[in-house]
T-cell receptor, first 114, second 115 residues
Framework: DTEVTQTPKHLVMGMTNKKSLKCEQH?????MYWYKQKAKKPPELMFV???????INESVPSRFSPECPNSSLLNLHLHALQPEDSALYLC?????????????FGPGTRLTVT | AQTVTQSQPEMSVQEAETVTLSCTYD???????LFWYKQPPSRQMILVIR??????QNATENRFSVNFQKAAKSFSLKISDSQLGDTAMYFC????????????FGKGTKLSVKP
């Protein structure tokens, strides 16, 4: 199984809503990532989890709150978002360490903030 | 800081022909990884090919091959026998050896394969 799954595929939320994005992988990867991708732009790294612990936070606003409940799951909790947060949110996973460190991406959640 | 530059925002190629996408990068590191990722329209990003900087041999994956010139800091992707399914945005990406996980992407090249 070389698949990273993400739910939901699409999400529309108001600025006062609270919602969560979910990511799951069963490849035995111990590193998981959240990226934000605006239209026609490359992905921008938001967070990295290594062995279920947050290892990189790229100065992301606190209205985005990541969570890694176990080695297969990664959540991104959203609260009080702004319209400029509308984007494709990508999850990825990889092995930790040298060697097989390529990241496998999920299909993304397309988020619209109204 | 590391930067990745893709100087061709858009390219097109006829089906069955060969096309080369350019990528240059700037780093003071000696040990790092380079990747080409493909993102088809409305579909997920997939890894095309991977190169480790300490390996002089250019990586190949079926119709995809790279020309890695470490001294020139160049990492171009050659697609042979282009197929309609190769139509996608292609991103070149850099990763430092000791900061694994932090992929630095170029701005991408939109490739259109025409029948």
């Amino acid at each position: 199984d070389t698949e990273v799954t993400q739910t939901p595929k699409h999400l529309v939320m108001g600025m006062t809503n609270k919602k969560s994005l979910k990511c799951e992988q069963h490849m035995g990867h111990r590193a998981m990532y959240w990226y934000k991708q605006k239209a026609k732009k490359p992905p921008e790294l938001m967070f990295v989890y290594s062995y279920e612990k947050l290892s990189i936070n790229e100065s992301v606003p606190s209205r985005f709150s990541p969570e890694c409940p176990n080695s297969s799951l990664l959540n991104l909790h959203l609260h009080a978002l702004q319209p400029e947060d509308s984007a494709l949110y990508l999850c990825a996973s990889s092995h930790v360490g040298t060697g097989n460190n390529e990241q496998y991406f999920g299909p993304g959640t397309r988020l619209t903030v109204t | 800081a590391q930067t990745v530059t893709q100087s061709q925002p858009e390219m097109s190629v006829q089906e069955a022909e060969t096309v080369t996408l350019s990528c240059t990068y700037d780093t003071s590191e000696s040990n790092y990884y380079l990747f080409w990722y493909k993102q088809p329209p409305s579909r997920q990003m997939i890894l095309v090919i991977r190169q480790e900087a300490y390996k002089q041999q250019n990586a190949t994956e079926n119709r995809f091959s790279v020309n890695f010139q470490k001294a020139a800091k160049s990492f171009s992707l050659k697609i042979s026998d282009s197929q309609l399914g190769d139509t996608a945005m292609y991103f070149c990406a850099f990763m430092k050896h000791e900061r694994r996980g932090n992929l630095i992407f170029g701005k991408g090249t939109k490739l259109s394969v025409k029948p």
